[in-house]
């Protein structure tokens, strides 16, 4: 079956923009996580949904990152007023329970210029 | 503070030898411990967990709380072994997982 997907793959922004990165879960899951993983680090949690609600939000660095999932599936992370240091790889994963095996999705590559 | 530390950035065996990659990790309680896989062009994908106690492709895992640590060893390294290796921990009662920076694994022919 269809893994874990990320729209876009790539996504160049400049300074100030704002951005919307997709997550679609592989179907029947309802944890749905969000890491960012910069260059030559490992994945930094973000945000974590059970169902439609944000269950852990404590890994978002500050007020412009916001991220929803209004319908328990489909994921946006949203970006506003984007700086250089927001770019990095952003990763999802899904999980069919609480604490199950995460599986990832291949990641959207940011750049803001 | 939750942490996992991998002290080595870059490994690299010849085919057939032993290998050890290190994970440390910091927590006061009863973690459960991880082993993440990235082959080149592919997406991380779980190897192992401790609370399972198997055998992936000939990777074994012991958690040692005395230590705490969580060494992922294999006795013969094969050449598709080569790959990015994150070791990672989850609390009690928490979802997320806390990764290391990760190892990159390079088995020479």
């Known amino acids: 079956g269809a893994g874990v997907s990320q729209t876009p793959s790539n996504k160049v922004t400049e300074k100030g923009k704002y951005v919307e990165l997709r997550c679609d879960p592989i179907s029947g899951h309802t944890a749905l996580y969000w890491y960012r993983q910069s260059l030559g680090q490992g994945p930094e949690f973000l945000i974590y949904f059970q169902g439609t609600g944000a269950a852990d939000d404590s890994g978002l660095p500050n007020d412009r990152f916001f991220a929803v999932r209004p319908e328990g599936s489909v994921s946006t992370l949203k970006i506003q007023r984007t700086e250089r240091g927001d770019s990095a790889v952003y990763l999802c994963a899904s999980s069919p329970r609480q604490g199950g095996e995460q599986f990832f999705g291949p990641g959207t590559r940011l750049t803001v210029l | 503070a939750q942490r996992v530390t991998q002290p080595e950035k870059l490994l690299s065996v010849f085919k057939g030898a032993p290998v050890e990659l290190k994970c440390n990790y910091s927590y006061s309680g009863s973690p459960e411990l991880f082993w993440y896989v990235q082959y080149s062009r592919q997406r991380l994908q779980l190897l192992l967990r401790h609370i399972s106690r198997e055998s992936i492709k000939g990777f074994t895992a012991d958690l040692n709380k005395g230590e705490t640590s969580f060494h992922l060893k294999k006795p013969f390294a094969q050449e598709e072994d080569s790959a990015m290796y994150y070791c990672?921990?989850?609390?009690?009662?928490?979802?997320?997982?806390?990764f290391g920076q990760g190892t990159r694994l390079t088995i020479n022919p």
């Open positions: 990672a921990l989850s609390s009690q009662g928490a979802q997320k997982l806390v």
